[in-house]
């Protein structure tokens, strides 16, 4: 008897572990493409965080290289990795909005804002922390300013 | 028996007269601004600490836009909805016309310049401990900026709570200046505590509110669950929030958190205003929530 509640009860949990999974990680290419692309943004910026914030020493050449990066992000053609159906009304593990699909221009000008606060930050990043610490500042708001209309709060 | 009623009639007099005294609106003693000084640096830097654009902006304005405080933003509540007012320097629409002490009854007694309370939407509970320095600077910014001749919608709220004069007694029970963390605080930490108890209101949505609308105190800062029905406004308190204090102020500056995510929801536009503080005021607010700790609020011990 002991046994066979175990046996229901790992059942479930494993289900339930399933489910879970599920929920953390779409199955869909498209949206494992994009969230990678924002894992290696946040890489590179942590090292330009960890300077402005006094955790390393600044490095002109380790932030120059993180900047280097981050301007490539802002330059991968993401135009495959944003299909239809690939919102948060029909994929439960993004937070992207179906607004996204209905402000196209918006988008783009808001990834344009991106791209020219990476810009800044690669011109920045050889100075000094100070000046790093600036163009973080811009890339925050323009990060931010995306985020704020067309990604969905966290739950 | 006739006494009994004539006894009676006398104490419900009373107690209607002493009601009607308490709910009275309050406010600043006009002499108490006779050697206080407006400085206009000083006013814009609490024009953002305060947060006044975030509410009393359009709805959806950026950038230079957000310094045009024609109100219109719709907040809903348990009450009813509170649509945020005109507060430009138009003479007409906005509070062009108000004088130093019209606002400081309005920031610290939530009383508005004919004598009416102010819906607590209007987060005075918190302004209540602004210096009338700030006030005064804040008035002389407020007038700097542009003026917007859009009249101001009426709130949308039913009985009983369209009776304001109802709100004198929640005032009585809700309106407590006075500082919540008290102790032996550094000058940099005292600094945060006004920065977040006073202009920044934090605690207006980081503090559980009970069945009244009123914050619980003794769960300062301790999380709340969020208005919108959708997940849950974090606790800040220094064992809820593992951050460090480095963390805390570049997340106010930039809006990058520790993980190198960005801010979302309404920290968005909070961070919008604190990323114009300066990095010293920015790093009080984060010695501040390392020296606020639960259940009990106290200091962190050192």
């Known amino acids: 008897m002991m046994k066979k509640i175990t046996i229901v009860a790992a059942g479930l949990l494993s289900v339930a572990a399933i489910g879970t999974a599920i929920a953390q990680e779409s199955q869909n290419p498209a949206v494992k493409a994009r969230t990678s692309i924002m894992k290696l943004y946040a890489f590179n910026l942590e090292t330009l965080?960890?300077?402005?914030?006094?955790?390393?020493?600044?490095?002109?050449?380790?932030?120059?290289?993180?900047?280097?990066?981050?301007?490539?992000?802002?330059?991968?053609?993401?135009?495959?990795?944003?299909?239809?159906?690939?919102?948060?009304?029909?994929?439960?593990?993004t937070r992207a909005l179906p607004a996204i699909w209905e402000n196209f221009p918006d988008v783009g000008a808001k990834g344009q804002a991106m791209a020219d606060a990476a810009v800044a930050m690669q011109a920045a990043a050889g100075q000094d922390?100070?000046?790093?610490?600036?163009?973080?500042?811009?890339?925050?708001?323009?990060?931010?300013?995306?985020?704020?209309?067309?990604?969905?709060?966290?739950n | 028996m006739r006494r009994f009623l004539r006894l009676a009639a006398g104490v419900v007099v009373l107690v209607g007269l002493a009601g009607v005294l308490l709910t009275r609106p309050q406010r600043v003693d006009p002499a108490q601004l006779n050697d206080v000084t407006a400085d206009l640096v000083r006013g814009e830097a609490v024009f953002f600490a305060g947060g006044c654009a975030s509410c009393h902006s359009r709805p959806d304005a950026t950038g230079e836009e957000k310094l045009k405080l024609a109100g219109g933003r719709r907040f809903e509540t348990d009450f009813g909805t509170f649509i945020a007012p005109n507060i430009s320097s138009d003479r007409e629409a906005g509070i062009g016309s108000w004088s130093v002490l019209d606002l400081a009854n309005a920031l610290l007694h939530g009383t508005g310049p004919e004598g009416q309370h102010y819906y607590p939407a209007f987060p005075y509970t918190s302004y209540a401990n602004m210096t009338l320095e700030d006030v005064a600077s804040l008035h002389a910014f407020l007038g700097t900026l542009p003026a917007v001749a859009v009249e101001s919608d009426a709130h949308e709220v039913?009985?009983?709570?369209?009776?304001?004069?109802?709100?004198?007694?929640?005032?009585?029970?809700?309106?407590?200046?006075?500082?919540?963390?008290?102790g032996d605080l550094t000058d940099q930490q005292a600094r945060g505590r006004y920065l977040v108890e006073a202009l920044g209101h934090c605690a207006e949505c980081h503090t559980p509110r009970n069945a009244f609308g009123g914050l619980q105190r003794d769960l300062w800062l301790a999380g709340a669950p969020n208005p919108s029905g959708k997940g849950r406004i974090p606790g800040l308190t220094a064992d809820q929030l593992d951050w460090s204090e480095a963390d805390i102020a570049e997340y106010l500056r930039s809006g990058f958190t520790p993980d190198y995510d960005s801010a979302g929801g309404e920290m968005a536009e909070v961070i919008e205003n604190t990323s114009q503080l300066t990095d010293d005021d920015r790093l009080a607010i984060a010695a501040y929530l390392k020296a606020v700790s639960l259940p009990s609020v106290a200091l962190v011990p050192e």
Request: aromatic fraction near 8%; glycine fraction near 12%.
């Open chain 1, 49 to 93: 965080g960890g300077m402005i914030k006094g955790e390393v020493e600044y490095d002109a050449e380790a932030a120059t290289r993180a900047a280097n990066n981050i301007v490539v992000l802002t330059q991968i053609d993401q135009s495959a990795m944003w299909p239809a159906g690939s919102d948060n009304a029909s994929d439960p593990a």
């Open chain 1, 129 to 154: 922390v100070e000046a790093v610490k600036a163009a973080m500042g811009q890339l925050g708001g323009a990060c931010t300013a995306c985020h704020k209309a067309y990604r969905a709060p966290e």
């Open chain 2, 158 to 182: 039913g009985f009983p709570f369209n009776i304001r004069r109802g709100l004198g007694g929640w005032k009585l029970l809700y309106l407590q200046p006075g500082w919540v963390v008290e």
